[in-house]
């Protein structure tokens, strides 16, 4: 057993860790970048189990990490309690894959269903540290009906919103919650919760 397996394994027999990630996915898949290993995360019913390679239902979201990040957020959950510069960690890795992965939801394919929720089609986005610093910066484009996320600002936006890690958290529970349902109700009530949400991040000045 490689030295990131062991590591994750334990990350799943963990309980503040478990409960940490709950209601983030189903199925989720790791890609450790600096050594070439695949893993494949179930988590269901507040439980969590680590296979090895890609496997399985297709994934809500695809993480790339590297064996350092694997041992810091083990590191994390040592002590049962989750810091704010400690969540604002993990989530920075998570941020990316889980927009990419919202932004491939039927809410945001359907041109019609765009416009009945009054979702832009070019927006700025900056992840917040924990002292309330942009941190990454984004520019969230809908190019011939294609979603693009590049990094940096680009462009005249229609809305800039910046999100903390608690409200990324927030946002991915919800995208997942409807995603599970995948009916039309659900995706239009995300789309309602989406739009009060959306005002609460939005910056004015």
Known sequence: MSENLQQLQQLAQNPDAVKWFDGL????????TDTGE??????????VEITEGFNG???NFVVPLESENIRNMAGFFADGAIGEHEEYRIVKFM?????????AMPIL????LRKI??????????????????DDQLTIACVNEQWLVIPGYHGKPQRRVAITPAQALEFQRHVFAADEQNSLASWLELGR?????RDSITVTS
């Open 193 to 197: 919760w989406y739009l009060g949400f």
């Open 117 to 134: 929720v009054k979702i832009e089609t070019l927006w700025h986005e900056a992840f917040l540290d924990p002292k309330g610093n942009e």
């Open 25 to 32: 996915f189903r199925v989720a898949r790791i890609e450790v």
């Open 38 to 47: 695949q893993f494949t995360v179930h988590s269901k019913g507040g439980t």
């Open 95 to 103: 941020l990316r894959p889980c927009l990419e992965a919202a932004l």
């Open 57 to 59: 239902d297709k994934p």
């Open 109 to 112: 394919q359907n041109s019609a």
